[in-house]
């Protein structure tokens, strides 16, 4: 499960049970050790996991994971476990949980707040984390950071 930008590229083996229809992805931030007791079937609601993708047919076992095009966030773990689906809707045993990192290795803007609305003097307040995963020996000092407005007329609508 290689990381790609703000992606994860996931894969899975085929399912050996031969009425298999299709799978579900689950994800969560965090590992959870879960392992499913005997005749625990599919991702029970208590392990925090969230189903991300559903699959129709038992030959699609790649997914990419870029959050439904918003991308996953830098310096977090990111957990998956798969589920095989069969004809009535039931699912099987969860695969074994699988985790991949998006190392920390650009600044993260972390909150925006208006300060002040006045069309002349207004004012926002912008914070960012640093970057703790920099590869320095890839990307050198000196560094800095570039911070763009871009100011909208009032006659345009923000729709």
């Given at each position: 499960?290689?990381?790609l930008g703000t992606s994860i590229l996931l894969n899975w083996n085929r399912s050996e049970c031969p009425n298999a229809v299709g799978y579900y992805l689950y994800r969560k931030e965090s590992e959870s050790g879960f392992v499913p007791g005997y005749c625990e079937t599919g991702v029970p609601g208590y392990t925090g996991f969230?189903?991300?993708a559903e699959f129709q047919g038992i030959d699609d076992t790649l997914y990419t994971?870029?959050?439904n095009g918003e991308g996953l966030i830098h310096g977090i773990n990111y957990c998956y476990l798969a589920t095989a689906v069969f004809p009535d809707g039931s699912e099987g045993y969860a695969s074994n949980e699988a985790c991949a990192y998006l190392k920390n290795d650009l600044p993260i803007i972390t909150n925006v707040s208006v300060e002040s609305t006045d069309v002349q003097n207004g004012s926002m307040y912008v914070a960012w984390s640093k970057p703790s995963e920099l590869d320095t020996i890839?990307?050198?000092?000196?560094?800095?950071?570039q911070l763009f407005r871009k100011i909208i007329p009032?006659?345009?609508s923000l729709n």
């Open positions: 499960m290689p990381p969230t189903r991300i994971d870029n959050n890839q990307f050198p000092k000196p560094y800095e950071y009032q006659d345009q």
